[in-house]
């Protein structure tokens, strides 16, 4: 499978490291030049060696995210830094290029449920930490209670 | 009306400071502390402090009776969003978006967040009008009906100054629609030849404005098919 992940912090370069040791084509694009380096760590060869893609350029720009391979894409990553950037770019990549799975990173867990329902698929970390911390309390209770 | 402008930048601060004026009742949003604090010394209570792209924060300022939202901050990406969310969600019947990076546009009218305005775009269609070698004017842009009209100057050394209009081969898509020549206009015909300061309006499907110009320009040969 071909995938683009936008947004090259954190999450985005240990999803597309991962992707990429599944055997995957990954092709990663952030506005820092310096992202790229994220990619690369605990990496013994280069990303470009290991067969990565890696494209300086803004997830609102076409020309960018076609530079990235966006018309070829199987799947698409949103996983900038910002909630509305990603909102706003997986629809693009959903509606204008058509790529057929399409995961937006949303950390308001509000906005994340809103757009859910009207068909994006989005990620919530802080719902996640959120139901984790609670099932913690809930369970540290139990064991107290009992 | 009540109007929710959020960005209280200098548009957004003159916006509301206007509609007030004209009685309407305003909450302009401001994500920036210190901005929020500057304007709220004028504003008041019509200035709220907080991130309109968070959905309580839309709810407090009490969107879901709201007339109308315009939003005006510096973020293409924010003012696409906070419209869709206020359309989509609100069910606000009208929205107006400003467009910071001309070439966003297109995204806007993906999402169908419509009506847009961008003060480049602007800028830039007032410079085509003052700076007449640029070639071509818009005169008007029909964005919902799929339509533009044009104007062209034409100089002594475009392709098509002595040809018949008959003999033109004009893109698909396009018409002329006038000829103003000294000073009075008139609908050509087939037969039409046109002169060198004629100013030609034509209309046209958007996105033809390149093969019009090659058609009429310098370099143009007048679209006529060679052998």
């Known amino acids: ?146 | 009306m009540y109007i929710i402008v959020v960005g209280a930048g200098k548009v957004g601060w003159n916006l509301a400071r206007e509609l007030l004026e004209k009685d309407h009742e305003v909450t302009l949003i401001e994500s920036d502390r210190r901005r929020y604090m500057t304007v709220e010394q004028e504003l008041e209570h019509n200035v709220s402090y907080g991130d309109a792209s968070e959905l309580w924060v839309l709810e407090r300022a009490g969107i879901q009776r709201a007339d109308m939202v315009i939003a005006v901050t510096g973020d293409d990406e924010d003012n696409m969003l906070i419209c869709q969310v206020a359309r989509e969600k609100y069910l606000v019947d009208q929205i107006i978006a400003r467009v910071n990076n001309p070439r966003n546009r297109q995204h806007f009218d993906l999402l169908g967040i419509k009506p847009s305005v961008s003060a480049t775009d602007l800028i830039l269609r007032l410079l085509e009008h003052e700076v007449p070698e640029y070639g071509l004017v818009h005169l008007l842009d029909l964005q919902e009906e799929q339509l533009e009209i044009i104007e062209m100057l034409l100089g002594k050394d475009s392709g098509v100054t002595g040809r018949r209009v008959g003999d033109l081969h004009m893109p698909e898509g396009s018409l002329l629609i006038s000829v103003l020549r000294a000073g009075k206009g008139f609908v050509p015909t087939a037969d039409t030849v046109l002169e060198e300061g004629d100013e030609v309006l034509a209309v046209l499907d958007p996105g033809k404005e390149d093969d019009l110009k090659a058609l009429f320009g310098p370099e143009g040969d007048g679209g006529i098919a060679s052998g």
């Open chain 1, 1 to 146: 499978m071909f995938i683009l992940i936008v947004g090259c912090g954190r999450v985005g370069s240990s999803v597309a490291r991962a992707m990429l040791r599944e055997g995957h084509t990954v092709s990663a694009l952030d506005e820092d030049p310096e992202s790229h380096a994220r990619l690369e760590v605990g990496l013994e060869k280069s990303w470009e060696d290991l067969g990565g893609q890696f494209t300086v350029g803004a997830g609102l720009e076409a020309e960018a995210l076609e530079a990235a391979g966006i018309d070829t894409a199987d799947v698409f990553i949103a996983s900038t830094d910002g909630d509305n950037t990603n909102i706003i770019i997986s629809q693009i990549a959903k509606r204008r290029y058509g790529v057929p799975t399409v995961i937006a990173r949303v950390l308001d867990p509000l906005r994340a449920e809103w757009y859910a329902r009207q068909g994006l698929q989005t990620v919530c970390p802080t719902r996640v930490a959120i139901d984790m911390l609670e099932t913690a309390v809930r369970d540290s209770a139990g064991r107290q209670d009992g």
